[in-house]
T-cell receptor, first 109, second 114 residues
Framework: QQPVQSPQAVILREGEDAVINCSSS?????VHWYRQKHGEAPVFLMI?????EQKGHEKISASFNEKKQQSSLYLTASQLSYSGTYFC??????????FGAGTTVTVRA | DSGVTQTPKHLITATGQRVTLRCSPR?????VYWYQQSLDQGLQFLIQ???????AKGNILERFSAQQFPDLHSELNLSSLELGDSALYFC?????????????FGPGTRLTVT
């Protein structure tokens, strides 16, 4: 079952912050975050294992609330290069990654 | 450049036909994954191979099959093609499977069935 991402789309000005949420109805083993720019392949951002750890990648960080089966991706001080579609992928320990529908982020100057 | 290569980049074929998509993983990666991305279904996991053996199966149709060869490259075979099979097919690779590893995606093969 696909995780649910919100919001579907967000428009930001450079320097603004945003949060993308990902929730699942299943007990998760790991959450993966990818970014895909138009016409390109998804690019790995980070992976979070159960345990509630928070990770960071440049000014992009994420958290994983194991009890709520939710993960959030934080875009801080957004840059034009952050534009793209962000996908969360969830995995329940069966090696199968289920991706959400994606959140389209547009960063404007 | 992720280091994963896929061929061909584009493929146009007719309904009922059979095609083969090829993927070479990053050097040293033992796992290969296949995904289908379409506008209505999003990014869907199809199948995973680890060191030549099938490891996990997702929503892969019976008309589709895959294999991973001793040199670790993989092929995805799609047969009796239908219009709805038109999509972007991605291959990804990772170092292993015992711990969730990041996956590196290839550039994809865009399949158009007419």
């Amino acid at each position: 079952q696909q995780p649910v991402q919100s919001p579907q789309a967000v428009i930001l000005r450079e320097g603004e912050d945003a949060v993308i949420n990902c929730s699942s109805s299943k007990a998760l083993y790991s959450v993966h975050w990818y970014r895909q720019k138009h016409g390109e392949a998804p690019v790995f951002l980070m992976i979070l294992l159960k345990g509630g750890e928070q990770k960071g990648h440049e000014k992009i960080s994420a958290s994983f609330n194991e009890k709520k089966q939710q993960s959030s991706l934080y875009l801080t001080a957004s840059q034009l290069s952050y534009s793209g579609t962000y996908f969360c992928g969830t995995e329940v320990g069966d090696y199968k990654l289920s991706f959400g529908a994606g959140t389209t982020v547009t960063v404007r100057a | 450049d992720s280091g994963v290569t896929q061929t061909p980049k584009h493929l146009i074929t007719a309904t009922g036909q059979r095609v083969t998509l090829r993927c070479s993983p990053r050097s040293g990666d033992l796992s290969v994954y296949w995904y289908q991305q379409s506008l209505d279904q999003g990014l869907q996991f199809l199948i995973q191979y680890y060191n030549g053996e099938e490891r996990a199966k997702g929503n892969i149709l019976e008309r589709f099959s895959a294999q991973q060869f001793p040199d670790l490259h993989s092929e995805l075979n799609l047969s009796s093609l239908e219009l709805g099979d038109s999509a972007l097919y991605f291959c990804a690779s990772s170092a292993g499977t015992e711990v969730p590893y990041e996956q590196y995606f290839g550039p994809g093969t865009r399949l158009t069935v007419t």
